[in-house]
């Protein structure tokens, strides 16, 4: 039952550490484009595949 309960709390814990590595990458991510539509909107239109509608 020990053991059991030592696998729950490494699973938790993992999941917690996992959490925090994906809202790093992601928080990074947004960032950079925030930053990059700033300084250069072409390239960050080219980054994420935004296409113009010809209206």
């Keep these: 039952m020990k053991f ?3 696998l729950v709390g490494v699973v938790i814990i993992l999941m917690g ?6 809202l790093a990458l992601f928080v990074g991510y ?11 909107p072409e390239w960050a239109y080219k980054l ?7 209206e």
């Design 4 to 6: 059991l309960g030592f």
């Design 17 to 22: 550490f996992s959490m925090l590595i994906f």
């Design 30 to 40: 947004w960032l950079t484009l925030i930053g990059l539509e700033q300084w250069k």
């Design 48 to 54: 994420i595949g935004h296409k113009e509608s010809k």
